[in-house]
């Protein structure tokens, strides 16, 4: 494997499901980050995890719950989400150095509430 | 409200003419900038970053900045079909944070 990993690939909930995205770098990058990509929206960020410490929260809504055990991995937690939370989920990896991140993205969770 | 503005194309120009992408954004005090290309239906992948003034050139693309006009550029020579795709301009902010533009839909026409 290489690069940053999603999964799944595509998701369809009701408002009353829980459910996890799971998401694993193999850059050996030390923040992990989750965004939201909605149409005709920009791409907004949601999360921040450095050395998994969570650095960042863009006053994402209760119903999404992160959780960064390790550099290399990164959930978000899903529960009693809204039909306007459907979107593409965007997992990122950087090296921070001070000058930028560069930031890796891993393939998205296209994410339907029903 | 850091802002970072594109138009939202499309942008349609013909194979092999040159394609100029413009951002703008509202943060002075921004250090970094960043082009992402996004192919419908993947996620983004970084093309260009360039942190001063002046012109960054690496194959066909080339990045320009002009931070006293705020102002951030794209532009990909002899323009491809495969160059059709969304791209982001990205600015950093603060604490590992970077704004991203709408994008700008480009499509090359063969």
């Known amino acids: 494997e290489t690069g940053v990993t999603q999964t799944p690939r595509h998701l369809v909930m009701g408002m009353t499901n829980k459910k996890s995205l799971k998401c694993e770098q193999h850059l050996g990058h030390n923040a992990m980050y989750w965004y939201k990509q909605s149409a005709k929206k920009p791409l907004e960020l949601m999360f921040v995890?450095?050395?998994?410490?969570?650095?960042e929260n863009n006053s994402v809504p209760s119903r999404f719950s992160p959780e960064c055990p390790n550099s290399s991995h990164l959930f978000l937690h899903l529960h009693t989400l809204q039909p306007e939370d459907s979107a593409l989920y965007l997992c990122a990896s950087s090296q921070q150095q001070g000058e930028g991140e560069k930031l890796f993205f891993g393939s998205g969770t296209q994410l339907s509430v029903l | 409200q850091k802002e970072v503005e594109q138009n939202s194309g499309p942008l349609s120009v013909p194979e092999g003419a040159i394609a100029s992408l413009n951002c703008t954004y509202s943060d002075r005090g921004s250090q970094s900038f960043f082009w992402y290309r996004q192919y419908s239906g993947k996620s983004p992948e970084l093309i260009m970053f360039?942190?001063?003034?002046g012109d960054k050139e690496d194959g066909r693309f080339t990045a320009q900045l002009n931070k006293a006009s705020q102002y951030v550029s794209l532009l990909i020579r002899d323009s491809q079909p495969s160059d059709s795709a969304t791209y982001l301009c990205?600015?950093?902010?603060?604490?590992?944070?970077?704004?991203f533009g709408k994008g700008t839909l480009l499509t090359v026409n063969p």
């Open positions: 995890y450095n050395f998994k410490e969570q650095t």
């Open positions: 360039i942190y001063s003034n």
């Open positions: 990205a600015v950093d902010g603060s604490n590992y944070k970077l704004t």
